[in-house]
């Protein structure tokens, strides 16, 4: 047990002395500094303080760390881990600083795009609160319904926003409770929020009569080498040809990347979650090669594979100049008509699916998706049938005049969890609730029924459980059941 004495040390120069809580423990001794001085009056001949008022006011402190120690088991714990814990307890934290260093260490974690969600969440809040500096007492569950209930007008970031902020103070509680020893500096307030649900977009997937017509399109003449039209309509049908290849993997393309007619490269968006670090390689057809080679970059000293950094440093504004000349082309195709360069990969993954007999999964391999993720450490991967797969599509579209036969339906199926929602999961045994969790980074109901099963009493095996689990950010339910050994 440590004891807690009002005391003081030395004699400032002004003939004062500075009073000290005095925490002793075993062998161990620490101070924390007071407001209170007394001078010698204030002292017996022993250096014992005296004076009534600083006895009265450093009794009251000290009943107050005692009442504070009572909450938690600090037997084990060292003076200066007591005086830490007392002295920041109840000190208010900056929830924005913590968040900029949060997305700062996802920018050093190569996350620079989740990081920029992250930065815009952060600064809409701010602008909320009125103020650029949000502690974290501030975040109780009213303020953030609030917070929430103003981005109802938008699609996407009335979801996307608070996802992003609950991920950073759970961060935080992470960091700062310790609830093995009874430590919680901050409470979650997100259990009382309801996060809506994004607004479903339209599907993206192009048809194959635009796709033809898009790609028939002679951009106009221009004094300009490579102007915007060209370039958009280019760019789409690399993306295109390329099993739906992302901008920023286009952009970003080293000359080692391109041996023997094969394109190598690790997915930027997941290389730095997978274990295979997005890795895939996509044969660049003998259709696409004249325009895939009409940007490699002659630079002898330049590391890039394309020439596109020549006159763009980022690939946020590759990908903007590029979306601007297929805005253009698609206003000679149909005035009016939006699809982004993104479309064109979701026009690969639903024209091979339709129209060439693939199935799910041979879609999501051709899309360098994180299935399998076992089987892609283990194997060495063979991406022929992927090529195949991809010559079909382009024969599809380039050399037949069929129409997409597909008709899209929205989906009201339990969609594919992310990582970032917030899942309410229940165990039932003979129709009794046994066990419950709720918390985020699952993405998949397997992961969330393994956690499950681990909570399960003692008592429950050799029977069949049933499963509740709720997409609290989606509003989803979906039911399942799994025989527990």
Same mark, same amino acid.
């Given at each position: 047990?440590?004891?807690?004495?009002?005391?003081?040390?030395?004699?400032?120069?002004?003939?004062?002395?500075?009073?000290?809580?005095?925490?002793?423990?075993?062998?161990?001794?620490?101070?924390?500094?007071?407001?209170?001085?007394?001078?010698?009056?204030?002292?017996?001949?022993?250096?014992?303080?005296?004076?009534?008022?600083?006895?009265?006011?450093?009794?009251?402190?000290?009943?107050?760390?005692?009442?504070?120690?009572?909450?938690?088991?600090?037997?084990?714990?060292?003076?200066?881990?007591?005086?830490?814990?007392?002295?920041?307890?109840?000190?208010?934290?900056?929830?924005?600083?913590?968040?900029?260093?949060?997305?700062?260490?996802?920018?050093?974690?190569?996350?620079?795009?989740?990081?920029?969600?992250?930065?815009?969440?952060?600064?809409?809040?701010? +602008?909320?609160?009125?103020? *650029?500096?949000?502690? @974290?007492?501030?975040?109780?569950? #009213? $303020? !953030?319904?609030?917070?929430? =209930?103003?981005?109802?007008?938008?699609?996407?970031?009335?979801?996307?926003?608070?996802?992003?902020?609950?991920?950073?103070?759970?961060?935080?509680?992470?960091?700062?409770?310790?609830?093995?020893?009874?430590?919680?500096?901050?409470?979650?307030?997100?259990?009382?929020?309801?996060?809506?649900?994004?607004?479903?977009?339209?599907?993206?997937?192009?048809?194959?009569?635009?796709?033809?017509?898009?790609?028939?399109?002679?951009?106009?003449?221009?004094?300009?080498?490579?102007?915007?039209?060209?370039?958009?309509?280019?760019?789409?049908?690399?993306?295109?040809?390329?099993?739906?290849?992302?901008?920023?993997?286009?952009?970003?393309?080293?000359?080692?990347?391109?041996?023997?007619?094969?394109?190598?490269?690790?997915?930027?968006?997941? +290389?730095?979650?997978?274990? *295979?670090?997005?890795? @895939?390689?996509?044969?660049?057809? #003998? $259709? !696409?090669?004249?325009?895939? =080679?009409?940007?490699?970059?002659?630079?002898?000293?330049?590391?890039?594979?394309?020439?596109?950094?020549?006159?763009?440093?980022?690939?946020?504004?590759?990908?903007?100049?590029?979306?601007?000349?297929?805005?253009?082309?698609?206003?000679?195709?149909?005035?009016?008509?939006?699809?982004?360069?993104?479309?064109?990969?979701?026009?690969?993954?639903?024209?091979?699916?339709?129209?060439?007999?693939?199935?799910?999964?041979?879609?999501?391999?051709?899309?360098?998706?994180?299935?399998?993720?076992?089987?892609?450490?283990?194997?060495?991967?063979?991406?022929?049938?992927?090529?195949?797969?991809?010559?079909?599509?382009?024969?599809?579209?380039?050399?037949?005049?069929?129409?997409?036969?597909?008709?899209?339906?929205?989906?009201?199926?339990?969609?594919?969890?992310?990582?970032?929602?917030?899942?309410?999961?229940?165990?039932?045994?003979?129709?009794?609730?046994?066990?419950?969790?709720?918390?985020?980074?699952?993405?998949?109901?397997?992961?969330?029924?393994?956690?499950?099963?681990?909570?399960?009493?003692?008592?429950?095996?050799?029977?069949?459980?049933?499963?509740?689990?709720?997409?609290?950010?989606?509003?989803?339910?979906?039911?399942?059941?799994?025989?527990?050994?």
């Amino acid at each position: 047990m440590v004891n807690l004495k009002a005391t003081v040390r030395v004699k400032t120069k002004n003939g004062l002395y500075p009073v000290y809580i005095r925490f002793t423990k075993s062998n161990q001794v620490s101070y924390v500094k007071t407001s209170w001085v007394v001078n010698e009056k204030g002292l017996s001949d022993k250096k014992e303080i005296i004076d009534p008022f600083v006895i009265q006011q450093t009794c009251v402190l000290i009943d107050s760390y005692y009442k504070q120690l009572n909450h938690i088991d600090s037997s084990k714990w060292t003076t200066s881990e007591i005086v830490k814990y007392l002295t920041e307890f109840n000190n208010d934290l900056s929830f924005s600083d913590y968040a900029r260093k949060h997305i700062e260490k996802m920018k050093a974690r190569g996350q620079e795009r989740t990081a920029r969600n992250y930065k815009w969440a952060i600064q809409h809040m701010e +602008r909320f609160a009125e103020t *650029d500096n949000i502690m @974290f007492s501030r975040l109780t569950s #009213a $303020f !953030l319904n609030r917070w929430i =209930e103003n981005l109802a007008s938008t699609n996407r970031c009335k979801e996307q926003y608070p996802v992003c902020m609950r991920e950073v103070y759970k961060a935080a509680m992470r960091e700062f409770n310790d609830e093995e020893q009874g430590i919680v500096r901050l409470k979650n307030p997100w259990n009382n929020v309801v996060i809506p649900r994004s607004d479903v977009p339209e599907k993206r997937a192009i048809t194959a009569s635009m796709l033809r017509k898009f790609f028939n399109v002679v951009p106009d003449r221009s004094r300009f080498t490579n102007p915007l039209m060209e370039v958009g309509q280019d760019v789409a049908l690399i993306s295109f040809c390329l099993c739906g290849l992302n901008a920023v993997d286009i952009f970003n393309a080293k000359k080692d990347q391109y041996v023997d007619g094969i394109f190598h490269y690790e997915r930027q968006k997941t +290389r730095n979650t997978r274990s *295979d670090k997005g890795y @895939f390689e996509v044969r660049v057809p #003998a $259709f !696409l090669k004249p325009t895939f =080679e009409k940007y490699l970059s002659k630079d002898a000293y330049s590391p890039w594979l394309f020439n596109f950094h020549d006159r763009l440093s980022t690939s946020d504004s590759f990908c903007a100049n590029v979306n601007t000349g297929i805005k253009q082309i698609w206003d000679k195709v149909e005035p009016g008509y939006r699809a982004s360069l993104y479309a064109f990969r979701h026009s690969w993954a639903t024209i091979a699916q339709n129209e060439c007999g693939a199935s799910l999964a041979d879609v999501d391999f051709g899309l360098n998706h994180s299935t399998h993720r076992m089987a892609r450490v283990y194997l060495k991967i063979d991406y022929t049938p992927v090529w195949i797969l991809n010559e079909k599509v382009i024969d599809f579209i380039f050399f037949t005049d069929k129409e997409s036969k597909h008709v899209e339906k929205e989906d009201k199926t339990f969609e594919r969890i992310s990582k970032y929602n917030n899942v309410r999961a229940e165990a039932f045994v003979m129709g009794k609730k046994v066990c419950a969790l709720e918390d985020t980074g699952f993405t998949n109901v397997d992961q969330i029924m393994d956690k499950l099963t681990t909570l399960l009493p003692k008592k429950v095996s050799n029977t069949r459980v049933q499963f509740k689990i709720t997409n609290v950010d989606k509003n989803l339910t979906q039911m399942y059941q799994r025989l527990v050994p």
